[in-house]
């Protein structure tokens, strides 16, 4: 199993109440103008994350636009509504002023699943005939190629470096997986007074 964020509710035993799908936001703006980049220093197309429990992470794109994104929708019903591009928005304006009235040219949603513990995992088991590869906590771009290549290897008997604790341990199930996204709404509640 690798649909990560994308699989049913109760798809297997295995992987239910292992993993929370999560809505994640992203835009990019029109190209930065040469002032834009002096008074950001977004000069470089390096990929950051800002260290805030509400993560954003953005980088410049070779074309000079930028990409930003971070947390979305609590619902995915609301995942592309206005308010939610307008707060993601507000988000970047707090890193960069100086992007105030920047256009935003595109803008969209997805699903990241996130574990509990924030570890993702490569797991078999049932003599590897069961595994799946999730909870990537929306670094799946990076890391779902070769998690699938290193579950494929699992599966077929052949040799990975399995003491990384990702190999080692199943995903931990939620406690009490129903409140999921009433505590989801909450936190982020909480982190729009605190943050």
């Not at 295995?14 to 929370?20: A, G, K, L, M, T």
């Not at 994350?49 to 636009?65: N, S």
């Not at 040799?159 to 997986?177: E, G, M």
């Amino acid at each position: 199993m690798a649909s990560n964020a994308y699989t049913p509710m109760g798809f297997h035993h295995s992987v239910n109440e292992r993993q929370f799908p999560v809505q994640s936001s992203i835009f990019v703006t029109a190209p930065l103008t040469d002032e834009q980049i002096a008074r950001t220093e977004l000069c470089s197309p390096v990929s950051f994350m800002d260290t805030r429990m509400m993560k954003y992470y953005y980088r410049v794109l070779p074309d000079g636009r930028l990409l930003f994104g971070g947390r979305g929708a609590v619902a995915g019903k609301n995942a592309n509504s206005s308010s939610e591009k307008q707060r993601l928005y507000k988000a970047m304006l707090q890193s960069f002023p100086a992007l105030k009235n920047i256009d935003v040219e595109y803008f969209w949603s997805g699903w990241v699943s996130v574990s509990l513990d924030s570890l993702p995992r490569i797991f078999t088991q049932i003599d590897n005939r069961i595994g799946y590869a999730m909870g990537y906590c929306g670094s799946g771009v990076s890391f779902a190629a070769y998690a699938g290549h290193q579950l494929a290897k699992r599966m077929l008997d052949q040799p990975v470096n399995d003491q990384l604790p990702i190999y080692k341990t199943p995903l931990p199930k939620y406690p009490f997986p129903q409140l999921r996204r009433t505590a989801l709404r909450a936190l982020y509640q909480w982190a729009r007074v605190f943050e």
